[in-house]
């Protein structure tokens, strides 16, 4: 489904409305708002009915109950805008739902509303004028709550070129594109459970034949397997053991009240207690790392907080569109993906000639002397490998393996050697 939406500046001029029906047909639009028309309600209804006869319409002289979608503009004057927050601030807040809104900031916050992923133009209004007068400006935007991203992941928003309009046009894809494989990537909280280094070490021991590079990631390759069992086992739906761990601590203690000196249940409470409290650390710890927040209080949210923040992270690294070399759009995760793989086809998949090193050019340069060049290539030692490697933040990026720094520190006394070979 595509939903557009355009600030016209105004539609009471025939041209616009043949503008309009263009990018209606041109980008196959299913849901179209136009802004600022200024036409009065008498006026609407004929042009409504001589130009989008075919269309269902629906203007702000009427109400529609059956779909709920707002498109918002910022008015000019500063006691209008101010109602708007509490407009937002409805039951439908808690649908999932997305606005396209001008000059609106201040309640974002408290409907919980981010910006949705965009490509296209950055500055989304011009005032037309000459070189020296001429103004850009990023007022156009595209909000959605968590509701609408957890719906649509791969949705997103594009802004066009303006054309007879000040505002430029946004078109909102949305589609139920298949969500792709999760990646592997290392969880801090693996590493205090009493099963973890045996599990790293028995998949890491693995004999094999082959040079230290090809050898230090066949193990590593082990090693994600194994922890991907292993995580399934200990750690998979959190949230869910979470709330399981304090039922059942709950239960035990209703089951006190009625018998409070049994040391049978006291025992139990307290076996309950340490689980459900190790359980909510490791929710805590992989929520909050998933989501990459930093010095935060468990205090401070809950877990539908980090299942928002880490939607949010998700839904900005997905790419929604892109050109190709002929300058056509593309949408939707099939049409992108298949632009990519033709981009890099077309560019590695050909030989072509290069230019010979110019090894003279080279050397009339400044060049290191004997003794640094002698530094450049010496051996580096175990131990400054180890320094290196430790300074280096445990929940830094993992590389494109999945495995951060967190887990080579982790199990340095299992991976040392061939690491330090590699």
Known sequence: ?????????????????????????????????????????????????????????????????????????????????????????????????????????????????????????????????????????????????????????????????????????????????????????????????????????????????????????????????????????????????VESAKDALVECQHNLVSNPFSDSLIQEERLLIAEYTKLKDHEFSILSQRAKIKDIQDSDCSSKYFFAKISKRTHQQVIGGIHDHHGKLHMGFSSVSATFNQYYQDLLGHSSTTTPLDTDFISSGAVVNSSDGHFLIREISPAEIRDALFSMDSNSSPGIDGFSAGFFKSAWNIIAKDFCKV
Request: proline share 5%.
């Open 1 to 241: 489904m595509k939903i557009a939406s355009w600030n016209i500046r105004g539609f009471n001029c025939p041209l616009k409305y043949s503008e309009v029906k263009d990018y209606l047909v041109v980008n196959k639009i299913d849901i179209m708002a136009l802004l600022e028309t200024r036409v009065k309600e008498h006026k609407a209804s004929k042009i409504i009915k001589k130009k989008f006869s075919n269309w269902h319409v629906v203007n702000h002289h009427e109400s529609c109950s059956t779909f709920h979608l707002s498109i918002v503009y910022g008015c000019n004057d500063p006691l209008d805008r101010h109602r708007l927050p509490v407009l937002l601030q409805l039951p439908l807040q808690n649908l999932g739902w997305c606005l396209d809104m001008l000059d609106f900031n201040d309640c974002l916050a408290s409907c919980h509303l981010d910006d949705l992923t965009c490509t296209g133009v950055d500055m989304t209004l011009t005032n037309k004028q000459d070189s020296v007068t001429r103004v850009w400006s990023k007022l156009d935007r595209v909000l959605a709550n968590p509701g609408f991203i957890s719906s649509f992941p791969n949705a997103f928003g594009h802004f066009q070129e303006p054309g007879i309009s000040d505002h430029s046009p946004v078109l909102v894809h949305v589609s139920h594109d298949k969500k792709v494989a999760k990646r592997f990537s290392f969880l801090n909280s693996w590493a205090g459970h009493p099963d973890y280094l045996q599990t790293v070490k028995a998949a890491w021991d693995t004999p094999l034949e082959g040079s230290p590079m090809y050898c230090f990631f066949q193990k590593l390759k082990s090693v994600k397997h194994a922890l991907t069992h292993f995580h399934k086992q200990h750690f998979s739906n959190i949230s869910q053991r």
